[in-house]
């Protein structure tokens, strides 16, 4: 079966440095997404793209944040300049569009340090 | 503003019986619901869903339950099996007004006794 993959499976980085979180969607997918939870909190949704750009993206997604699909197969998180409370699993998702389910990779669990 | 509420965070239930897990949302324009499961250390695995326009959906053990009037949804799970044993997901989202961004609820953790 189709799988979404992620890597790392685990970052440790410093306060104030950048990271890249990368996935890799399901091929024939249209629809890519990053989610995060907080350590015992719920899925939050972060951002949407579709058609190589951002579709939607909520209030935790701030300047820090970007995305990017550089290649046609890889899809990145990038956080600029990590906080403490940035802290969290980091789960990346894929679709084929409305009304069908989201695949979610395994996640990378980011901890600032 | 908590659009999915799931209020039990832990539901127990011994092996072979019906397990319940209950969500209710806030947001009427939520006109897509989905359950997914989540084991650690993985990602949430897309269990069922449901649509606006229907009241039931089933699939095997699984089967969802929509009150759009109460906005409140259910997933069955009969019989129950240790595997079951997972945090389960309610998620919403209104595909009508967006690119299906989900709102999930906190999770209710299962525990299937033997």
């Known amino acids: 079966e189709p799988e979404v993959t992620q890597t790392p499976s685990h970052q440790v980085t410093q306060m104030g440095q950048e990271v890249i979180l990368r996935c890799v969607p399901i091929s024939n997918h249209l629809y890519f997404y990053w989610y995060r939870q907080i350590l015992g909190q719920k899925v939050e949704f972060l951002v949407s793209?579709?058609?190589?750009?951002?579709?939607?993206k909520s209030e935790i997604f701030d300047d820090q944040f970007s995305v990017e699909r550089p290649d046609g197969s890889n899809f990145t998180l990038k956080i600029r300049s990590t906080k403490l409370e940035d802290s969290a699993m980091y789960f990346c998702a894929s679709s084929m569009g409305q009304n069908y389910g989201y695949t979610f990779g395994s996640g990378t669990r980011l901890t600032v340090v | 503003d908590q659009q999915v509420k799931q209020n039990s965070p832990s539901l127990s239930v011994q092996e072979g019986r019906i397990s319940i897990l209950n969500c209710d949302y806030t947001?009427?324009?939520?006109?897509?619901f989905l359950w997914y499961k989540k084991y650690p250390a993985e990602g949430p695995t897309f269990l069922i869903s449901?649509?606006?326009?229907?009241d039931k959906n089933e699939d095997g053990r699984f089967t969802v339950f929509l009150n759009k009037s109460a906005k409140h949804l259910s997933l069955h799970i009969v019989p129950s099996q240790p595997g079951d044993s997972a945090v389960y997901f309610c998620a919403a989202s209104d595909y009508g007004g967006s690119q299906g961004n989900l709102i999930f609820g906190k999770g209710t953790k299962l525990s299937v006794k033997p």
């Open positions: 793209f579709y058609n190589n750009e951002i579709s939607e």
């Open positions: 947001n009427s324009m939520f006109d897509y």
């Open positions: 449901i649509s606006s326009i229907k």
